[in-house]
């Protein structure tokens, strides 16, 4: 029980600090737009360069670079202290603002490039939310087929997993379930926390399962191939897929009702027009709001395909107790919520809580209880 005293008190802290950075997010997006700070700065750059592909790469540089460094302790108390003082963490300071640069660089150039798009289409057509969900289908596929060879790398050394044994048991376990079997490569998370992890990572050729070698490390046999079937389940599922397309559909959603709303905003300010730069933080608290609003959409759909990965697991293995006891271990090692709150867990959560894949998982014809 005091573990769950301990895992509820560290999400409830964290949940605040989430609270804190998105309500200042918001203000400070608000406060650009109701100072006219945002109509200034617009017309400064337009006064320094003709091309409006550069002014929108210098006010983000402006907007987003101020808040980066206006919320770096919040950041730092959610990323660093708070994991560390619950025993999430142990990575050095300096190891872990490194792998903060190498995640911002990343970041920063694709938020860059998806205004860029978003902004060439406003400026070009009415259909502006059409083209650019279109554009970002792409680059998010683009992405998941780089992401385990490009960019997982840049935090994890990854290896081929070592273990003959489990190799086998993975053989067979596809050849029983009827799925082409994927490699399975171990990340070094150890390094950096007690966590342990899995996933699906890549499309077609760099289709991979990566898991860490605190998994491996920890979990019985029969635990780890409970997990690995779990994944197996969402290759079988072309989950990855079928992510992308709810993913743009989202984002499709997003950008239609953004339409409207924008252009409203807009006339409000007196702006020239929906792709006037000086709206640019108007744009940012429209999308924002959305987001929040397609967060439970997404999270719902996710906790059905992971619920839909376990049955998966549990079939092709037939072994519920290992199933639970990895679960438990999961739960135990990552300091997850047993129960969450279900309104907390409707909105926030992409998997279905411990508790409840525990209880689906002795459900089952013929398991334990
Ligand atoms: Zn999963």
Same mark, same amino acid.
């Given at each position: 029980m005091m573990d769950q005293e301990r895992a509820r008190a560290y999400h409830r802290l964290q949940l605040r600090l989430s609270a804190v950075r998105l309500g200042l997010g918001a203000a400070y997006l608000a406060a650009l737009i109701a100072t006219g700070w945002a109509a200034r700065l617009a017309d400064a750059l337009a006064a320094l360069t003709p091309r409006w592909w550069i002014q929108l790469a210098a006010a983000l540089l402006v907007l987003g670079g101020g808040y980066r460094l206006a919320t770096l302790p919040l950041a730092w108390l959610a990323g660093f202290w708070l994991p560390r003082r619950f025993g999430l963490l142990h990575q050095p300071l300096r190891q872990w603002a490194l792998d903060a640069v190498k995640a911002a660089a990343p970041g920063a150039a694709l938020g860059l490039a998806a205004a860029e798009i978003v902004y060439a289409f406003l400026r070009a057509s009415p259909w502006w939310w059409l083209w650019s969900a279109l554009a970002f289908l792409a680059m998010s596929t683009l992405l998941t087929l780089v992401a385990p060879v490009w960019l997982v790398p840049l935090f994890y050394r990854l290896e081929p997993l070592p273990d003959p044994a489990l190799r086998d048991r993975l053989l067979r376990l596809g050849a029983r379930a009827g799925v082409p079997v994927i490699g399975v490569w171990v990340a070094d998370q150890s390094r950096k926390s007690r966590t342990a992890n899995a996933a699906v990572t890549g499309?077609? @050729?760099? @289709?991979r399962i990566i898991v860490f070698d605190t998994l491996l490390a920890r979990f019985t046999p029969d635990e780890i191939e409970a997990v690995l079937a779990h994944e197996l389940g969402h290759h079988a599922h072309a989950d990855i897929w079928r992510g992308l397309l709810v993913q743009s559909a989202l984002t499709l959603a997003t950008f239609l009702v953004a339409d409207p709303a924008l252009r409203a905003g807009a006339a409000a300010l007196s702006l020239r027009g929906p792709a006037d730069l000086a709206g640019l933080p108007l744009l940012a608290l429209i999308v924002l709001a959305l987001s929040l609003l397609a967060l439970p959409l997404g999270n719902g759909w996710s906790r059905r395909v992971e619920r839909q990965a376990d049955d998966f697991a549990l079939r092709t293995t037939g072994n519920a107790p290992a199933f639970i006891s990895a679960m438990e271990r999961l739960g135990a090692l990552n300091l997850?919520? @047993?129960?969450?709150?279900p309104v907390k867990e409707f909105f926030l959560h992409s998997h279905p809580s411990i508790g409840r894949r525990v209880a689906r998982a002795r459900r089952l014809p013929g398991s334990p209880g």
């Open positions: 499309l077609g @050729r760099t @289709r997850a919520e @047993r129960e969450p709150h």
